[in-house]
Every structure is written in C-alpha cells, then in structure tokens.
C-alpha cells in the first residue's frame, strides 16, 4: 500500500485552522472515552510545522480513479441519513430479521425528501452464522436503494457499543438492547483470529469493490484511539486496499484529529461526526475550516453523523428535556449553506443508539413506521439540501411511538400518549400507532462463539 505522507496531512490541518480547535476535537465525541485530541494532535501539529518550513500542501495520495458525490447542482451533493429499521436495536438483529417490504418503505421515505444516500452497517457476527444470508439480505437492500436512487455507504465493523454476546445481540428490551460492537474484545486481542474477520472482508469485496450502487467501504466505524481497534482495522483496510475495485474505502472517525491518525492509510473519502454541538455559531465555524481543508485535499471530507444543536458538555451529559427529541432544522440549514456531503442520524425514529442517551431517554431520526414526520420543519430542511424544500404530503407527529412506552414510562414516568414540553403542539396519534406493539424480550441464552 503507498503511504500518504501524515506529516502533510498535519500542516495542512494547520493551514486551514483545525489546529484551533484541538484537532477538531470538537467535531464529534470519542466513544471508547479515551480522547487525547486535544493535546496529541495539537503538538504534533506545532512539531510538524516548526520542524518543516515548507508551505503546507495537501496530502500525497495514491492515484485512484473513484468517484464519491454524484455530479449534480443540487446545494449538497451527497444527502444521507444513518439507516437502521426502527425496532432493530443492532445490526445483527437488521440483518437476521432482514425485510424487503421494510426496507422499501423506509427508502421510499427518504426518497419523499430527495436523500439519495444511506450509510449503514454489516454484521460480522450474523455473517459467521449465516454467510449466504447476510449476503442475499444485502444484496437486496443495495438493489433496492438503487431503485430508490440512493446509494450505500457500508461499513463492514463496528468500534462502539456493548459486547456481541448472543444476550446482547438478541436482547430486545427497550431500555437495555443498544448498539454492539463488532468484532469482539477477545477477538481484537487475538490476531490468529484476524482470519476469520478477513474472510468476511474478502468475501465483500469480492461481491462489490467494484459496485456502483454503493457509495463507499467503510472499514470500522469509530475505533477511535484504542490501539486493539486501530490495529485491527489497519489490518482489515489493508485486505480491502489489496482488493480495491472503483468504489471508494474510508474508515468512520469521530473527528479530524483521527483522520491525522489514519491519514497514511491511502483513504478515499476522510469523515468526521458532530452529532450535538452546543451553539449554531460553534457549528458553522468548525464547518467553515473543515470545508477550508476539503476544497484543498485530493480526497472529500463529509460529515458522516450529526444531529441536533443542545446544551451541554459531553456527549453522554443529559440534556434539558426539551432537547431530547429531534431538531435537524438546528444544523440542516448551515449543512446546505456550506455545501457538505452529510449523514444524519437517522432516517426511521428511534430510541437512541448508544445506552448513555438511551438511558436519559434519548429519541432520533425523522420518520415514524408509518410515514408521518416528527418535524414538517426538519423535513423541510433536510430537502432542501437538494434545492428543493415544498414537504406537501407529509403530516407530522411529535409523538412517541406506542412501542416505545417502556422507556417514556421508565425515564420520565408517562406514557407515549402524555404530552412532552415539545409535544405541545402534537396531532393526535393514527389508528395504526395507538396499537400496542412493543416487542416481548427473548430470554437469555449463551454468548456468541466469538464473544
């Protein structure tokens, strides 16, 4: 694999201001909780340039003919959203319980507001169990996005989120079934098990590096900087780079700060998360040298999560209550303003992924099941990214799903039927959404093989 020269990457980050925010540390949380951002990527900055007196240019890059963002006029070229189905609480579970009709409504829905790319997950430990079926269920849904004119952004491991044990893989209770990281602890900490998870990876790409309904390959999302997680998708991005066919490799990283971490990798496409910046201000000055740096570098930069503007210091601080339910129209309109390719997270309306926001009752995305909006402003926002914003048609509901009782009444002692500070102005629940239908919880069987 040529290496990029990191060291450039560096300056270049200096250049274009980035170094003024810690490493854009700021522009996305570290969820492995062991962020050196701030002090790390600003010495090694300042050494970068004190040491070279050359003027910063951007990154070398090995020569690759790929294409990332569609050749358009819209606002934004690239408009996506995390896409996981409502009432799967893991990737596992997306794929075990895989459902063409599902999966052709939701897309239908991000269709109605002109999205025409989804990122989302495999799963390595559902593919161990059953390979033909993984692979049939995502074939499906990358011709099925294709139908819909949306493109897939697929990453093949996942660096947040609880253990895969099989009690945690299939738990379905409301307050307890989050986000599960893939592969295990023990398999990261056993390179002669590395085999295995590069079969998988050969395996995909050997269906599609050179498939042009999908957007990108991503190797893991968020390894942030534990080293167990950098090794290892070192090692798996290495098997895709051996592979590589026209569509782009990149790898989900929280911040710019990671990227100078992974800059000597040869990557296609750098992103970065800010999910809940704390001021509308905050977020269009990151914005600002983030695109600085993008309109510089062979390579985009796209950012690839984000949510809402809230107070509060920490991705895992509770917010006020107000601000526990969605509000795109908060950053949308800066996305469009600046002209960033961009994922939202997320396309169905969800109880929040990670445990820290579930537990404080955490609610996202912008479509109820049944097609209704949250927020006819956040849709009309997020539309607008392609240069239109007219959301005739849709109806809005800032409700609570029914099936989401258990955590409304756990958290905040209600029911989906109470209305919330910013449920004020709700309409009244559908026939189809006062049904009851919460999922019962599987009970408890032993832990995956790989565990």
């Not at 040529?2 to 201001?17: E, I, K, Y």
């Not at 025409?116 to 390595?124: K, L, V």
Request: hydrophobic content about 35%.
């Amino acid at each position: 694999m040529t290496r990029n020269t990191r060291r450039r990457f560096l300056r270049w980050c200096a250049a274009s201001g980035i170094a003024g925010l810690a490493g854009c540390s700021s522009l996305g949380f570290d969820d492995s909780g062991d962020d050196n951002s701030v002090t790390e990527l600003s010495d090694e900055v300042e050494t970068a340039t004190a040491t070279d007196g050359e003027a910063a240019t951007p990154p070398e890059t090995a020569t690759r003919d790929v294409t990332v963002a569609p050749d358009t006029d819209a606002p934004v070229d690239v408009r996506g959203a995390i896409y996981i189905p409502a009432r799967a609480f893991n990737f596992y579970q997306m794929w075990r319980d895989y459902d063409h009709e599902i999966t052709d409504r939701d897309l239908g829905y991000a269709e109605e507001v002109n999205l025409n790319a989804i990122r989302t997950w495999g799963s390595y430990e559902f593919w161990k169990e059953d390979p033909e079926g993984f692979f049939e269920a995502f074939e499906d849904l990358a011709s099925t996005a294709d139908d819909h004119g949306i493109r897939v952004l697929i990453g093949l491991f996942e660096g947040i989120g609880n253990q895969p044990t099989r009690a945690n893989l299939e738990d379905e209770d409301l307050m307890t079934a989050t986000g599960v990281a893939s592969p295990s602890n023990k398999v990261l900490s056993d390179r002669s098990r590395w085999e295995d998870t590069r079969k998988f990876t050969r395996q995909f790409m050997d269906r599609y590096a050179d498939d042009d309904r999908l957007l990108a390959i991503e190797v893991m999302n968020e390894p942030g900087w534990n080293s167990r997680r950098v090794a290892f998708s070192k090692a798996m991005y290495e098997t895709m780079w051996e592979m590589r066919g026209s569509v782009p490799l990149t790898i989900g990283a929280t911040s710019m700060a990671k990227n100078a971490k992974y800059a000597d990798w040869n990557l296609d496409l750098f992103q970065f998360h800010y999910n809940f910046p704390t001021t509308q201000e905050d977020f269009r000055d990151a914005l600002r040298q983030v695109v600085t740096l993008d309109e510089n570098m062979d390579q985009p930069v796209m950012l690839t999560e984000w949510q809402r503007v809230r107070s509060g210091a920490g991705f895992h601080t509770a917010p006020p209550r107000e601000q526990r339910t969605p509000d795109y129209a908060s950053m949308a309109p800066t996305i469009t303003e600046m002209g960033v390719g961009n994922f939202f997270w997320s396309l169905m309306l969800q109880p929040a992924y990670f445990s820290s926001q579930r537990e404080v009752g955490i609610l996202n995305g912008l479509f109820h099941e049944d097609g209704a909006v949250w927020s006819l402003e956040d849709a009309r926002a997020i539309k607008a990214m392609s240069g239109e914003d007219s959301v005739e048609g849709l109806e809005e509901r800032q409700l609570w799903p029914k099936w989401t009782e258990p955590i409304k009444q756990e958290v905040y002692g209600e029911s989906v039927g109470t209305e919330t500070p910013e449920e004020s102005t709700a309409d009244t629940p559908t026939e189809a959404e006062a049904e009851d239908e919460t999922p019962s919880g599987d009970s408890e069987s032993a832990e995956a093989s790989d565990a």
